[in-house]
């Protein structure tokens, strides 16, 4: 039987791999192990990957940002906050998390998982979350929104369009794309997603970046979804 003190953990960013030393912790952020980006808006360092009694564990050690991490099927998913930790138990962990307007991916390997890959997907038609179902329109909102993430190549970033630019998209009124929006986030806030009602203060980009990041690491859209935004819509 295969032991955690036998397994490696390998990074993977914008097509680039880190190897994690068992003797230190492996940071991640804007000046870590893992320079992701020199987004102001970014920890200098958000996440580390550590080895404790023989566990490999990533954690939060930022002081304002939150992440999502999923299994590679997105079946799995759980929101870190900071001071947070969370054994790593998978094949492949998917770590998305947004700084601003931006929202970035990072993909963690462990040679020898705990875990197995979870069951398989089965769709039937609309777009389910626990007992929360999106329309076709709602679906569209989180397309057009995660667009520049589900074109990038590999893992990585993308900055999150505007509403304004996300509605000229889609041919809608702002007014419409508004409202549905207010829909989309209302429902997964009800189902329980973190980050979706903003505080007093709050500006509407971070409920957009937060939309997307969970929509991604959660695979509630994915890249096969982008034809939706080339069928005729509504205005």
């Known amino acids: 039987m ?53 566990m490999w564990l990533l954690t939060n050690v930022g002081s304002r940002l939150a992440v999502t991490v999923t299994d590679r099927g997105g079946r799995m998913h759980s929101w870190l906050a900071p001071g947070a ?21 990072v993909n963690v390997h462990l040679s020898e998982p705990l875990f197995g890959e979870l069951g398989g997907q089965t769709s039937s038609g609309q777009t389910t979350i626990g007992m929360t179902e999106f329309t076709e329109s709602q679906k569209l909102i989180m397309v057009v929104l995660a667009e520049p993430m589900l074109l990038r190549d590999g893992s990585g970033r993308s900055d999150v369009p505007t509403n304004t630019k996300a509605a000229e998209r889609l041919g809608w009124a702002l007014t419409r794309f508004n409202r549905k929006l207010d829909n989309v986030c209302d429902k997964l806030d009800r189902a329980g997603v973190k980050g979706l009602r903003g505080a007093p203060g709050d500006h509407a980009m971070n409920r957009r970046a937060r939309l997307v990041e969970y929509a991604i690491a959660a695979r509630l859209v994915t890249r096969a979804d982008l034809a939706l935004l080339d069928q005729p819509q509504e205005a």
């Open 85 to 105: 930790r969370l054994p790593l138990v998978f094949e492949q962990t998917v770590v998305v998390f947004s700084a601003g307007p931006t929202t970035y991916e």
């Open 2 to 54: 295969t032991t955690p003190d036998q397994s490696k953990v390998t990074v993977e960013f914008c097509g680039e791999w880190y190897e994690v030393p068992r003797d230190r912790p492996f940071g991640i952020g804007r000046d870590a192990d893992l320079e992701v980006d020199a987004n102001p808006f970014l920890h200098r360092r958000l996440l580390e990957i550590g080895c404790i009694n023989d």
